[in-house]
């Protein structure tokens, strides 16, 4: 199957300092993409190249096997849902939410008709009349939705929708969008910084650092077998421990571990760690520590209390490393 | 405080600091109530007066509407309202719509726009009075800027300021001059607040800048043209110095506008009483135009 957007050799810099360089990456018909990073990684002017709102310095952009780089944004047959939502302060919610098929001039039945069913299906029925001004954030969030939904076009391209709803609402909304795009079978590149957000929603996560790829996959693949020390000490909550050795840099999950003595088999067998700092969480304690030099995560289940300074032996499974170069920080192949 | 080295009870404590708070809030007012009352309040009142009481610059002891009445016998003052008006009629939609149009072409991505954007508002911080007579340079029927270039077309000159079918609207092109770029930075300010995402948002929906600014850009500076409407407005029956240089309201009252008859008829023909009558009109036009406007047009704008 010939993939539905094709980015190739994307290069965008601003001053001479490359923003985006040389991204490739293709997403199938009907796959949610998630384009994850620190701020300032590059994926917003990704986004915003293959919306047309930005002219890349070089590179080709096909959308359905044809390359779009020549055309307007409107031309695309895309739709953009922005993290400032982007709503008409002035128009009512329906009036937002008609706004592009009044522009694109579309019959009014069929106006009416596109629009009952997107008002539907994010649930805004009892506030289409209401201004922006007095909506909630979520609801907000679902005008905009509403927008992208009325518009019928195939691909959608999502700005850090949720990065201004609170933590409960964020959740819901996840699921929200995630069965909207099942639905209605959209192809969705959704640019996050929060990877419980690319984690739980996308079909396939591409990790951008400083505008380029450190990492394209399906979302265990970040967790299970991370490319580089980069997604190592990106992904994870907290992140993976890499700890310095002779010959590579050894990585270990704080989840994986464990405290010898803890009704543990195998005691006797780990190495000394001195104990910083404990954090409780609720259902699990980050116990933090200090080993070769190196800080060490480790999370424990339940409440833990440590002193300060008191030494603790710790050990994980051989199975549970994973393997750097020292050099590069790319994955060494030998440990599979 | 020195008050408490004394035995008092809690309620005259109270009462003195009350007062003496009193004193110091009236203390602070002073200055500037002591101009308002000399140079706002005293003058309408004894305007008001004065049209009720006078009779030429005499004072007479009882009432009478004498002056009311002759306002509505006078020709003249008819032929100066409805140059006043229809001098606001055309400068005031004239100006704002070049105003929005300038600030438009300058908000957007322009070489040397810094300069276009002076250039546009030099003519705000001149005086009228210098304005006037810049303009005088273009108007004049012999070496005038304007006649020179009619005359290498072959055309035998327009009398700018002298005929009376012309005269008026050679003033409003003067004041359109000078206001449009006053308007636009108003304009330019409220552009620049306008969340540039919205713009993203319509071109995504492939919107038409002509829809992009019937839809959107237009409404959201709807606040601002409700102000500059004000303004402008007021602006156009308050402006007279340049009568002064050009036309003083002639020939034979053809350019004549409702300010500038005041000063005439209290200042040239000496009927202090029957200018505080006309004083009075004014000031009643411009009070309903307000309330009209604000009436009318801020049920239609929208406030975030």
Known sequence: MSSFLKVTNLCRYYDNVAAVQKINFEVNEGEFVALLGPSGCGKSTTLKMIAGLEQPDSGTIEIQGKNVLDRAPGKRNLSMVFQSYALFPHLSVKENILFGLKARKVPKPERQARLDKAVEMVGLGPHINKKPGQLSGGQSQRVALARSIVSNAPLCLMDEPLSNLDTKLRADMRTEIRSLQKQLGLTVVYVTHDQIEAMSMADKIILLNQGRIEQTAAPEHFYDKPLTTFVASFIGHPPMNLIPQADCVLGVRPEHVVIVGDGDIGANTGVEMVVKECDYQGSETIVTGEYSGAEIKACLAGKRSIDNGEVVKIRWEPAAEHRFSKQGGQRLKADG | ?304
């Open chain 2, 1 to 304: 405080m020195a008050n408490s080295l004394f035995p008092l009870t809690a309620y005259t404590i109270y009462s003195t600091m009350q007062s003496s708070k009193q004193i110091h809030a009236w203390l602070l007012l002073l200055p500037a109530m002591c101009l308002l009352v000399a140079f706002t309040h005293y003058p309408v009142v004894k305007t008001i007066a004065r049209s009720f009481y006078g009779f030429g610059t005499r004072w007479e002891s009882k009432p009478t509407l004498e002056n009311y009445r002759y306002l509505l016998e006078d020709d003249v003052l008819m032929q100066v309202l409805y140059n006043s008006f229809l001098y606001a009629a055309i400068t005031v939609p004239v100006s704002i719509v070049l105003a929005i149009a300038m600030a438009l072409w300058v908000n957007g991505k322009l070489a040397g726009k810094g300069l276009l954007r002076t250039a546009y508002f030099t003519p705000t911080v001149l005086p009228m009075i210098s304005v006037a007579n810049i303009w005088l340079f273009f108007y004049s029927p012999e070496i005038g800027l304007l006649n020179k270039l009619l005359g290498l077309v072959g055309h035998g000159g327009i009398n700018w300021l002298g005929d009376p079918s012309v005269a008026l609207y050679s003033l409003m092109a003067m004041t359109i001059w000078k206001e449009a770029g006053f308007f636009m930075i108003f304009y330019l300010a409220a552009l620049q607040t306008i969340d540039r995402n919205l713009y993203d948002a319509a071109a995504i929906e492939n919107a038409s800048s002509w829809t992009v600014f019937r839809r959107i850009t237009f409404p959201l500076l709807m606040p601002t043209t409700l102000f500059v409407l004000v303004n402008a407005l007021l602006n156009a029956f308050k402006l007279v110095d340049h009568l002064f240089i050009l036309t003083k309201g002639g020939p034979n009252n053809a350019s004549n506008l409702l300010l500038y008859y005041i000063f005439e008829n209290a200042f040239s023909f000496f009927d202090t009483a029957y200018a505080s009558a006309l004083t009075v009109l004014l000031l009643v036009v411009l009070v309903v135009l307000a309330l009209l406007q604000f009436g009318v047009i801020e049920k239609r704008v929208h406030y975030r």
